[in-house]
């Protein structure tokens, strides 16, 4: 700021502010936070593979080989077979797929509603609105997590779609907790005043002021969450009431593979390793996003 | 109509009805205890403020801090509500109005901020900063916006290549310099500026107060100046008003009310500028003792009595009324005025 300070009267930003300010996201991602950059570049690889699991997994994920059970990773099975005779690296890409189409999915839902209850309630705070959701919200939090998946999987039975539904609500009073915070804040901010004093509506004033400040904040939260999300959606599987077989889950292949581990670990290490490593690639990108944003590290 | 800058030397009352009415404006903030929020008292943040303030004409607001002089900035624009009082803007009663019915008032009607820069929205360009006004009250949008925008920073003296920088890049006189682009945006009629040029060094200052004034020949603005810098109010005011813990103490033509302060606590604060050349620099210097009560807690009777000099037992009781103190419609709140009404004798001075 100093040298912008000592500019002259009439306003000229030195070139170097221009530039700085154009060289914002990934490159300055990968200058200050390199570690976070490599998770980053770790999360695309997996969202390519979810994506292009058909392409290029060498086999159907259900399809049964009858002539290689448990066979040892080599070639043609890659990382191996499990009991059933399926190919693991097929599954751990499909795999992939559930995991992230679970994570996204209650990152939308349970992200967004958590979000609008959050800046709502920051917004209106001391008020009845604010009491009545937040007790909401200290209920839904008093309920420990486990309790509340098995709960609400013994209720609606084994499926994707119940998956999200049961992890969106665990997640909503995290999100709802951190925007209603940051809402606090912002509403203090003295640009919500002067954006009152121009007359904008309290609509207006959320949608321009309240969410673009909240986004920073909420970004990070995600990120961690979805490494949550994943192990939340393999522990379910785990236990045999997240993804119903035979669609491949990294959790259900965990709890078939730990009945073999001694003869087969390949069916436990591979799927182990795929979400040990999705989890720290986002866990590292969460820690990279929140440095990344925090202003009092930021060289601008 | 005269211009203002030759209303400045005759100090007349403004022609016509005034602009702006404020009348036993009050605010008390309560404060709350516990669980149930139950209130324990009330910060008497304002207390009984009445002012005019005419079309063209320049009021300034000095005080002490927690005088209450931003809680009326933000009561006259209604981002508080008054606990009791009455603000007229244009004859228009607007202290019961609703939030939704202020809407398409607040285009005549606004504010520049103390610090610039935190009143901008750090994500928002400087182009969206100013024609926020005009796209909140649906005036302009888009191109339309845009050159607005660039017009507006030509009249505060900034350069339209600036429109798609953000605020961080400016320093305080430039960003203060947006700051009042922003709000004339609507073309208002009454500026309310807060503590404006308080943030800025001295020399940026005068820039700025130069603008104002410029921009006040210029476009007929009347403002509502909030200070505790006495020069520069004077500089700028054609009336002053000292509050002091959330009363209007003294008021009247700037010049006379700092040559001449009536009343005790104005004395003091003349006082604390008497090296000023232009007050002749042989003024007695009155140095007030002790600290403002708290405004949660004031004193009964006249609220400057227990730092009073010339405090006297009725001034313990008694809430003394404004009383005329001279030409230009100057009143003063002081028993000692009445004293000297009765007895026809020179007090204090």
Known sequence: ?300 | MASPAAHREDTAPAPGPPLMEVTDLVKHFPITRGLLRRTVGHVRAVDGVSFTIGAGETVGLVGESGSGKSTVARLVLRLLDPTSGSVKFDGQEIAALSQRELTPLRRNMQIVFQDPVSSFDPRMTICSVITEPLEAQGISSGQQARDRAAELLDLVGLSSRDLDKYPHQFSGGQAQRIGIARALATNPRLLVCDEAVSALDVSVQAQVLNLLRKLQVELGLSYLFIAHDLNVVRYISDRICVMYLGRVVEQGPADAVMTDPKHPYTRTLAGAIAADPRTGGGTRRVVVRGEMPSPSNPPPGCPFHPRCPQAFDRCSTEVPAPLPAGEGGRTASCHLLDITAVNGKAVGR
């Open chain 1, 1 to 300: 700021m100093s040298e912008i300070d000592a500019g002259p009267a009439t306003v000229v930003a030195p070139p170097a502010v221009r530039a700085r300010a154009g060289r914002r996201g990934f490159g300055r991602l990968l200058r200050t936070q390199p570690l976070g950059a490599i998770a980053a570049v770790v999360i695309v690889l997996f969202v390519a593979a979810a994506a292009l699991a058909p392409f290029i997994a060498p086999f159907d994920p259900t399809a049964q080989h009858r002539d290689a059970f448990l066979a040892v990773p080599g070639s043609p099975y890659l990382m191996g077979t499990d009991d059933l005779g399926r190919d693991i690296f097929s599954r751990v890409l499909y795999g992939a797929r559930t995991s992230l189409l679970v994570a996204v999915c209650t990152l939308v839902a349970g992200g967004v509603i958590g979000m609008v209850i959050g800046v709502v309630s920051g917004y209106y705070a001391g008020g009845w609105v604010d009491t009545l959701l937040q007790r909401i919200m200290d209920t839904l939090m008093a309920i420990p997590g486990i309790v509340l998946l098995l709960f609400i999987a013994a209720l609606l039975g084994p499926s994707i779609r119940n998956t999200v539904i049961a992890l969106s609500l665990l997640v909503i009073p995290t999100f709802n907790r951190v925007s209603r915070g940051e809402m606090l804040r912002i509403r203090e901010e003295l640009y919500v005043e002067s954006a009152r004093a121009s007359g904008c509506s309290t609509w207006r004033i959320l949608r321009r002021h309240g969410l673009p400040n909240l986004l920073a904040p909420i970004l990070v939260v995600a990120s961690l969450t979805f490494a949550i999300i994943i192990i939340a959606e393999s522990a379910l599987s785990f236990l045999g009431i997240g993804t119903p077989p035979p669609t491949p889950s990294w959790g259900a292949m965990l709890s078939d593979g730990s009945r073999y581990m001694e003869i087969a670990p390949w069916m436990v290490v591979f799927p182990g390793g795929a979400l040990t490593l999705g989890v720290l690639a986002f866990n590292l990108l969460g820690d990279a996003l929140r440095d990344f944003f925090d202003p009092k590290q930021s060289t601008r």
